[in-house]
T-cell receptor, first 112, second 113 residues
Framework: DVKVTQSSRYLVKRTGEKVFLECVQD?????MFWYRQDPGLGLRLIYF???????EKGDIPEGYSVSREKKERFSLILESASTNQTSMYLC???????????FGPGTRLLVL | GENVEQHPSTLSVQEGDSAVIKCTYS??????FPWYKQELGKGPQLIID?????GEKKDQRIAVTLNKTAKHFSLHITETQPEDSAVYFC????????????FGAGTTVTVRA
């Protein structure tokens, strides 16, 4: 079974803090994704990584950056957290050339 | 870009009844349409998908239909059970060479015992 794990299930941070969200997959997938999930808006793509050290902006990259130094790990960074970044963050991965994305359990981030 | 609309936003059904969720998409180049189910406290999980060369696909109690001309696709759940209670998302993409999945806003399904 594909397993995608996220470092924290719940996180509380203060405005202006630098926040790191970590995602690890164990299936040697080339592609990894970070989404943000908000009620009534579905899942919106923040960043995508084709492979190690490769990244592409998604629909809502402002205020976020990413790092992919190893194939299995994809990190989402909030350089200076703001209250409007309070949300559920979902990581996903997939094999290159396949459509199916596999999701982690999500990290619920609250920025005070 | 692709715009996927999903209706209804909430759906309450009696156990044993059927549930139908409908989605429309805007980009005629989209050719892959997955449905994800998200249970409480979990990430979304693929339950069924359909490609544009097929009009209908069935897997036990769930089925998906696609009308390419009208640019809409639907999820049908028959004989609903309490474990069907979840949030369901439809999505669309241009296939495996396109990394981008455009999601609908989600439908919260509640199955009443």
């Amino acid at each position: 079974d594909v397993k995608v794990t996220q470092s924290s299930r719940y996180l509380v941070k203060r405005t202006g803090e630098k926040v790191f969200l970590e995602c690890v997959q164990d299936m040697d997938h080339e592609n990894m994704f970070w989404y943000r999930q908000d009620p009534g808006l579905g899942l919106r793509l923040i960043y995508f990584s084709y492979d190690v050290k490769m990244k592409e902006k998604g629909d809502i990259p402002e205020g976020y950056s990413v790092s992919r130094e190893k194939k299995e790990r994809f990190s989402l960074i909030l350089e200076s957290a703001s209250t409007n970044q309070t949300s559920m963050y979902l990581c996903a991965s997939r094999l290159a050339g396949r459509e199916t994305q596999y999701f982690g359990p999500g990290t619920r981030l609250l920025v005070l | 870009g692709e715009n996927v609309e999903q209706h209804p936003s909430t759906l309450s059904v009696q156990e044993g009844d059927s549930a139908v969720i409908k989605c429309t998409y805007s980009d005629s180049a989209s050719n892959y349409f997955p449905w994800y189910k998200q249970e409480l406290g979990k990430g979304p999980q693929l339950i069924i998908d359909i490609r544009s060369n097929v009009g209908e696909k069935k897997d036990q109690r769930i089925a998906v239909t696609l009308n390419k001309t009208a640019k809409h696709f639907s999820l049908h759940i028959t004989e609903t059970q309490p474990e069907d209670s979840a949030v369901y998302f439809c999505a669309a993409s241009k296939g495996s060479n396109d990394y981008k999945l455009s999601f609908g806003a989600g439908t919260t399904v509640t199955v009443r015992a």
